[in-house]
């Protein structure tokens, strides 16, 4: 009798800190909310995790304080490592890379050890030429290559395995050539250094984000041939979309954010609610104008399937690319 008064007493127990749990879910955030930049202040993860904090706070969606630590290092790596030991009060801005990362034996976490809470927008990818080029649109460019793939020399940064190449490579691959024939030359200090090199002629073609290369085609010293997204875009109505090129698809550079693991049904709930009305505001509508970002809002759990497509998409190119073998 002893002993089953014990286990009933436990039972009791254990059903009143469970009930506690779900009680304390009401209360949430009971304290700062933490966003983390995976990277140093300055370009598009410090940027986001800002705008966000900015937002939420003048818009008054959030009762708690929100501020934003950086944690740079290894393409996010430290960053996203310290999410993975705090509680529900922290977030964390996430990219591709928190899948092309593990994909390509750089670390070994997932997206499936984090919480999804939402992708908020995307850049799209172009590739560009000189402005004297002999190539006038994205086929000539993939002719040329087709024929004689290490004639083309391909500016990209800051590494293999990025948006940047992974872009390059699907069109390549789609329009029947072997990806790890590609022509490569990398940059270790990204866009910026990508497109000095096309601009001195040290490269033929270069692959970047759209806005690393927008202005200097709107002022005439370089030439898009192509952007990756579903539709012409503003500003650019002389450059074709892949897809009015005939090649098949659509490839975004996307951002969201994200939690770490376990966070409860009420608590993924909370953040659904309150980043769908921050991608409501005008606020966050001109943060996109700015900064030629498009809306590419999707809740949590639609950011759940997104990650398992994206992730099977890189695994491929990746694996046609030759990265991993």
């Known amino acids: 009798m002893k002993k089953l008064g014990i286990l009933i007493l436990s ?16 209360d949430y955030p009971s304290k700062n ?39 740079p290092g290894g393409g996010g790596e430290v960053g996203w490592n310290y999410l993975h030991s705090k509680d529900s009060h922290n977030l964390a801005v996430n990219s591709s890379l928190l899948l092309t990362n593990n994909l390509l034996g750089q670390s070994k976490l997932t997206h499936k050890e984090f919480t999804p809470l939402a992708t908020l ?31 083309i020399k391909i500016g990209v940064g800051p590494g293999l395995g990025n948006d940047d190449h ?49 202005d200097q085609h709107l002022a005439g010293k370089l030439r898009i041939l192509t952007v990756s997204s579903d539709k012409t875009l503003e500003e650019l109505e002389d450059v074709p979309t892949l897809q009015e090129e005939g090649i098949d698809m659509v490839f975004p550079h996307w951002r969201g954010i994200m939690g770490p693991p376990d966070m409860t049904e009420e608590e993924i709930k909370y953040w659904d609610e309150k980043l769908t009305e921050m991608v409501k505001t005008d606020e966050w509508k001109k943060l996109l104008e700015n900064n030629d970002w498009d809306d590419f809002y999707q809740n ?16 491929d190119l990746i694996n046609d690319s030759g990265l991993v073998k």
């Open 300 to 315: 949590s759990e639609e950011t759940k399937a997104f990650f398992d497509e994206q992730e099977k998409l890189y695994k």
């Open 33 to 71: 909310i933490e966003i983390v930049a995976p990277a140093s202040p300055g370009g598009g993860w410090d940027l986001t995790a800002r705008s966000v904090q900015k937002i939420l706070k003048d818009n008054k969606l959030v009762k708690s304080n929100v501020n934003v630590i950086n944690k």
């Open 166 to 214: 992974l872009a390059f490579v699907q069109v390549a691959d789609m329009k029947g050539i072997t990806p790890a024939d590609l022509n490569f030359l990398v940059y270790d200090g990204g866009g910026g250094d990508v497109v000095t090199a096309l601009m001195g002629n040290h490269v033929d073609a270069v692959t970047t984000s759209l806005s690393e290369v927008k």
């Open 11 to 26: 039972v009791v127990l254990l059903s009143a800190c469970s009930s506690g749990k779900a009680s304390n879910s009401a």
């Open 121 to 151: 927008a995307t850049e799209w990818q172009a590739i560009a030429v000189s402005v004297d080029s002999p190539y006038k649109s994205i086929n000539d460019l993939m002719d040329q290559i087709k024929k004689d793939p290490k004639s």
